[in-house]
């Protein structure tokens, strides 16, 4: 586009006519039109009242370079905020694990939440304040099931099974080996079907 159709483009996108713009620029209407039809150029003074009146740059009126966003404009990437998530998440369930085996103790599932409950807030935080937040949420999602669905699922697991056979159990952050090793397998088969149906439906839904 030259001047005129950046004129005229801009006139119209503010859903100006060209008598509204030549009061607003103090000039006539024909004048206007001249700009519009190339017959004439506005001089520098009507070209700094045009760029404060559609609010771009002068720059932009003349030559139609884009002015460069500021660096306080540009937002975030979303994808760093799920990656810091994802480790802090991940670092969680190591945790986890790792106190329950030295403990024996149900604090080991209180730690790998808490550690998860911070992942997940700065991934949310991410959807609300950066840049490609879609991709961002999908592959944390696809990523995470596996670590954010063990705790919860060992824990369901393990009280089901503890009742059912009849012995004493504890929250903690895995599957537990009580009465029968088949029932044993099927905690970790329920986890591994949450997770892949999970993983299946997100990269399914991508296409």
């Known amino acids: 586009m030259n001047v005129a159709d950046r004129i005229q483009t801009l006139r119209k996108a503010k859903g100006m006519s060209q008598e509204g713009l030549a009061d607003r620029i103090g000039v006539s209407r024909q004048t206007v039109s ?21 609010e ?14 500021d660096a306080a404009d540009e937002k975030p990437d979303a994808r760093i905020f799920s990656a810091t998530g994802t480790a802090l998440n991940f670092i969680g369930l190591v945790v986890s694990i790792m106190v329950w085996i030295e403990e ?16 997940c807030m700065i991934a949310a935080i991410g959807q609300f304040v950066g840049e490609c937040r879609k991709s961002a949420l999908r592959w944390f999602l696809v ?29 903690m952050p895995v599957p537990y080996f009580g009465n029968s090793f088949v029932v044993f397998c099927l905690g970790w088969l329920a986890y591994l079907a949450v997770c ?8 399914k839904g991508k296409r």
């Open 34 to 54: 001249k700009w519009e039809s190339e017959q004439s150029l506005p001089d520098l003074e009507k070209i700094i009242l045009l760029s404060e009146c559609f």
């Open 56 to 69: 771009v740059t002068t720059d932009y009126l003349l030559k139609g370079i884009e002015p460069k966003p």
């Open 104 to 119: 024996q103790s149900t604090v080991s599932v209180a730690i790998g939440l808490i550690f998860m409950a911070m992942g």
């Open 143 to 171: 990523v995470n099931v596996w670590f954010l669905a063990l705790i919860p699922i060992s824990c369901v697991f393990n009280c089901i099974q503890g009742i059912l056979g009849g012995f004493s159990w504890m929250f």
């Open 196 to 203: 892949i149906c999970t993983d299946l439906i997100l990269v």
